[in-house]
């Protein structure tokens, strides 16, 4: 599986951005699609996630009412709208995507996949 970011720039406080995450490769087996942040010298941040198969969503508290994760089936990308930023809101913005590799009884075995990342910058 491959994830390619796109989307990110630069933007004034209050101004909005929608990222794509293009994913290729054998997906058929991705459980859920997840938007990450990370600033320089800080663990990356969780930001939102998307349950392929029922659609559900959750986001981190901080983005909650002005980010909204969504996805389109053809081809498979997923994306991040947001609105209403904030100068906090800069990092880099990274898609993570969680295969789920079932063996019998046993249950199944996560790998994660990471796309290279894309600047998000928000200017006060």
């Known amino acids: 599986v491959q994830l390619v970011e796109s989307g990110g720039g630069l933007v004034q406080a209050g101004g909005s951005l929608k990222l794509s995450c293009a994913a290729s490769?054998?997906?058929?087996?991705?459980?859920?699609i997840n938007w990450f942040r990370q600033t320089p010298g800080k663990e990356r941040q969780f930001v939102a996630q998307m349950i392929i198969d029922s659609g559900f969503t959750k986001y981190h508290y901080s983005v909650k009412g002005r980010f909204t994760i969504s996805r389109a089936d053809a081809p498979d990308t997923v994306y991040l709208q947001m609105n209403r930023l904030k100068p906090e809101d800069t990092a880099v913005y990274y898609c993570n995507a969680e295969e789920r590799r079932y063996s019998g009884v046993t249950g199944y075995t996560p790998v994660y996949y990471w796309g290279q990342g894309t600047q998000v910058t928000v200017s006060s």
């Open positions: 490769g054998n997906t058929a087996n991705i459980n859920n």
